[in-house]
């Protein structure tokens, strides 16, 4: 079991930055996969980042490339997203989430999941 709590979102003006952070309980997160998703209101989940269990590779939707960074720390368990330049349409409820595997995309294959953060940005 993983249980996993995300923190950092708020509310920010274009072009700001803002760093969410995802806090996974148990003594194997480093076996996880950790993915980042959103959901703006009315619209699917997405996805929005991803990183391997290394913190060797990482994967991005093509909205938020060059934007946006996904890190881990496996000694902390926790994995971190940080968010510049973010515009009116990153507003979402962003959501975490791990699983043992490799299919980054793909919300289904994501075990476990954290409850979400707002963030919201103004125009």
């Known amino acids: 079991q993983v249980q996993l709590v995300e923190s950092g979102g708020g509310l920010v003006q274009a072009g700001g930055s803002l760093r969410l952070s995802c806090a996974a309980s148990g003594r194997t997160f480093s076996r996880y996969a950790m993915g980042w998703f959103r959901q703006a209101p009315g619209k699917d989940r997405e996805f929005v980042s991803a990183i391997s269990v290394s913190g060797a590779r990482t994967y991005y939707a093509d909205s938020v490339k060059g934007r946006f960074t996904i890190s881990r720390d496996n000694a902390k368990n926790t994995v971190y997203l940080q968010m510049n330049s973010l515009k009116p349409e990153d507003t979402a409820v962003y959501y975490c989430?791990?699983?043992?595997?490799?299919?980054?995309?793909?919300?289904?294959?994501?075990?476990?999941w954290g409850q979400g953060t707002q963030v919201t940005v103004s125009s």
């Open positions: 989430a791990a699983q043992i595997g490799a299919n980054y995309y793909e919300p289904p294959k994501y075990a476990y």
